[in-house]
């Protein structure tokens, strides 16, 4: 399998720490808001890239965040808690908001089929490793303690940029434009460990610790809770792009300096969704969210639809034309699966399917190119092979996907069954309606030859038809399942 590494900006073959097992990290929300449809884009490729390392054997242990406390507004080290942000602006405590939103994060997650990590860790639960993490650190000379706050001494290493390349000079300069300068750090680069009451009065959660009464920064966090349970050596760590840096430039930083060695092999990150005005973001009034899809009438799998179309490597534009491009593909694929019968009773063709799943394989084992697995759901389809071959293959490939496509289907075919019932049971009705009354069988009969002079295109006889009934108080009812009638008003 080739994936393509952030750290080294290349594809390259994805061998684990210990064969046949994996350990992932995934960067999990701040939940001090509803999630918008951006970040979880970047959640269903990791959901991808998870069920697809399952499908091809490993033993996959993945653990995510939740990020309840540290998380300032700046993604650097200025800014407001985005927590206490959140608390204020529902009038709620910061344990409130964050028990809210984690389940509303989760529920969107399974309206999307994404897979709950094996391991969810508030960040909250973890003050002591972190507590430990940050004294270690101190004794070994990578971080120093300046105006009751722990800083992280990013002088004192060889690389600091690994995502980007920048002058080492840079590590002097300011990390972004129109940031408040921080007078206790050494270097403008160097970042918070742990905060203390000199940095925020405010602040609603606080724990005792050896430089004070505060809280952890929010890269800590991430590096705490990963080594806690996956250990020293990670396979991969997943994330949107925004997370890169300063993030994970620091979470690498804080981690290879506390164990000595490098810390994880192969970095997975997702670039942005954007709306056609630029990125999607909370801070713009209004963001989509997977509600707000549901009230627009779209099916959540719509848009997981819209977004396995495109590579995870690639910005993707939202609009609601592309949206419906999406639902109109989609409901033409589900219509064309729910054709196909899944009780035939016949064999899987297995020299078929191996040779049918092949492209899915090498679309995946091509650094997770979904756009292309998905056309190998079309090539299913078009197969000169039998209905039971063409489901097996539709639900393995789903297996990673995650679609919907066979639930889908079947409630399509249930519903169209339903409809024929009741159809049938109508006609019925009516053939019994014109034995008792010869009016009735007269109008049964007029519409069969207006059926009749339509499909002969003779479009003046069933004209005649109609108004001939109309004069008669009979109104017809043309749609798409046939013609019905009502008499009088």
């Known amino acids: 399998m080739q994936l393509y590494n952030s750290a080294t900006h290349q594809k390259e073959e994805f061998v684990p720490h210990v064969a046949g097992k994996v350990s992932m990290y995934t960067c999990g929300p701040t939940v001090y808001h509803f999630a918008h449809i951006g970040n979880l884009r970047t959640y269903m490729m990791e959901d991808v890239l998870e069920k697809y390392l399952r499908y091809a054997g490993y033993d996959v242990t993945r653990v995510m965040n939740i990020t309840d406390v540290g998380h300032l507004s700046s993604d650097a080290d200025e800014g407001e808690d985005k927590m206490l942000k959140g608390a204020r602006r529902e009038h709620k405590t ?11 994060f989760f529920a969107d997650c399974a309206k999307l089929n994404v897979k709950t990590p094996d391991i969810v860790q508030p960040a909250t639960g973890c003050i002591p490793e972190y507590i430990h993490l940050v004294e270690t650190l101190i004794e070994k000379g990578y971080a120093y303690v300046a105006g009751g706050n722990v800083y992280f001494d990013t002088s004192k290493l060889e690389k600091y940029y690994i995502f980007n390349d920048f002058e080492e000079e840079d590590l002097a300069v300011g990390v972004r434009e129109g940031v408040e300068a921080d007078d206790n750090k050494r270097n403008r680069a160097d970042f918070v460990l742990w905060f203390t009451k000199s940095k925020f009065d405010d602040q609603e959660l606080k724990w005792e610790s050896p430089w004070g009464i505060g809280y952890p920064g929010w890269h800590i966090e991430c590096s705490g809770i990963c080594m ?21 430039t620091n979470e690498i930083a804080q981690s290879e300096a ?43 799998m719509v848009y997981r639809f819209f977004c396995m179309q495109s590579h995870y490597r690639r910005s993707l534009v939202f609009s609601w034309e592309n949206m419906d491009n999406a639902a109109t593909a ?58 039971a071959t063409k489901l097996a293959l539709i639900a393995d490939f789903d297996s990673v996907l995650s679609l919907g496509l066979l639930d889908r289907a079947a409630a399509l075919r249930d519903k169209q069954a339903a409809e024929s019932a009741a159809a049938a049971a109508a006609r019925e009705a009516e053939l019994a309606a014109a034995a008792a009354d010869p009016f009735v069988a007269e109008i049964l009969q007029l519409i069969e030859e207006r059926k009749a002079a339509k ?22 009812i043309d749609s798409s399942q046939g013609t019905t009638y009502k008499i009088g008003e």
């Open 330 to 387: 989609y409901n033409k694929l589900i219509s064309r699966i729910a054709a196909l019968k899944p009780d035939s009773g016949e064999p899987v063709d297995e020299a078929v399917f191996a040779s049918v799943r092949e492209g899915f394989v090498k679309a995946m084992d091509n650094d997770l190119n979904t756009s292309l697995a998905v056309t190998a759901l079309y090539d299913v389809l078009k197969a000169k092979t039998n209905d």
């Open 258 to 300: 506390y164990i000595g060695h490098p810390w994880c092999k192969h970095w997975f990150h997702v670039l942005h969704l954007n709306t056609t005005s630029g990125k999607m973001s909370k801070s713009k009034g209004e963001f989509l969210t997977v509600s707000l899809l549901e009230e627009k009438g779209y099916d959540p």
């Open 455 to 476: 499909k002969a295109k003779n479009f003046a006889e069933a004209d005649r038809i109609r108004d001939y009934l109309a004069s008669r108080n009979v109104t017809l």
């Open 228 to 248: 806690k349970y996956l250990g020293e050596h990670l396979d991969i760590h997943c994330g949107g792009i925004d997370n890169a840096f300063p993030h994970h």
């Open 94 to 104: 910061v344990m409130e908001i964050a028990k809210y939103y984690t389940d509303a």
